[in-house]
């Protein structure tokens, strides 16, 4: 998870994960009323560390000292 506050932020973000390999731009569409959307995915790089974050926070004792420290 990505924590972004400003939309300026959002967009340094992406470029970051961009020029890491971790996220590849999927599609741009465009439609006559709407301004251009960038669709974007996760590549296999970008997959391993979320999968990584996503299994430590989903174990509760993830994190925690072991008992008796």
Known sequence: MVNVGQ???L???IDRLLAGGL???KET???QLYPERTVY???DAGGVPAAA???ASSDPAAGRPAPGR
Do not use: L
């Open 41 to 43: 995915e996760i590549t």
């Open 23 to 25: 996220v590849a731009v």
């Open 7 to 9: 939309r300026s932020s």
């Open 11 to 13: 967009y340094r973000t």
């Open 53 to 55: 974050r996503r299994n």
């Open 29 to 31: 569409e465009r439609d």
